[in-house]
């Protein structure tokens, strides 16, 4: 998985509610195990019309946030089903970081197991930050995980709290499969000791 550090790029102003995983990334698009190739399908029934074109008044049609990395998303952001596809369709999209006031618990888990930042503001911070976000001439915000701080166009920034486990396992780049590997010594002590001790169980594994 990408560390996370330090991130720059342009923010999109998605001043909606209720953003679910549906709208994220349609069932359609479910059949996939691969976690690539799903960017082009991300908002698909907001951001096309039903004969493929885009819709010109979606967000993510318009310069500059055709290249956004960051989405500021109203209250309970990722609600509905709990498809992991959600989080791939935004990375693969491009977006590292998504700033809302509040998240659905299984989106939220599944963002940090994929790289994504997902960052709690109170609700002044968030109008703050759409704001920013909706001037298209200078829409750019700096999320410095490190310092935990999200710096606006203006000069001023806005601290935000995280779980230390969860802030080191992004700056590390480290999923669930990433963090077992770190015990790899141990997995192999282990192993060597079982071995010694219960060699009738390789045994009966090899036959």
Not at 38 to 65: A, H, Q, V
Not at 137 to 166: H, K, V, Y
Request: net charge negative; glycine share 6%; aromatic share 8%.
């Amino acid at each position: 998985m990408e560390q996370f550090r330090k991130l720059t790029g342009v923010a999109a102003p998605m001043d909606m509610i209720n953003i679910d995983t549906d709208k994220i990334i349609p069932k359609l698009h479910l059949r996939t195990i691969k976690r690539t190739g799903l960017g082009k399908f991300l908002f698909e029934e907001m951001r096309y019309e039903t004969d493929g074109s885009e819709k010109p008044d979606f967000i993510l049609n318009k310069e500059p946030y055709r290249n956004a990395k960051i989405i500021i998303g109203g209250d309970n952001f990722g609600c509905g089903s709990s498809r992991e596809h959600a989080p791939w369709a935004l990375l693969d999209f491009g977006v590292r970081c998504v700033i809302s006031t509040s998240f659905a618990d299984i989106f939220y888990n599944n963002c940090f197991k994929n790289g994504i930042l997902p960052i709690r503001v109170s609700k002044d911070e968030l109008d703050a930050l759409m704001a920013d976000a909706s001037d298209s001439e200078n829409p750019e915000l700096t999320i410095d995980l490190e310092e935990m701080l999200i710096r606006r166009p203006n000069g001023a920034a806005i601290s935000f709290d995280l779980e230390e486990f969860r802030r080191a396992c992004l700056l590390d780049g480290l999923d669930d499969i990433g963090i077992t590997m770190t015990k790899n010594a141990s997995i192999d002590t282990f192993e060597e000791k079982q071995k010694r001790d219960q060699p009738w169980l390789y045994t009966a594994a090899a036959e």
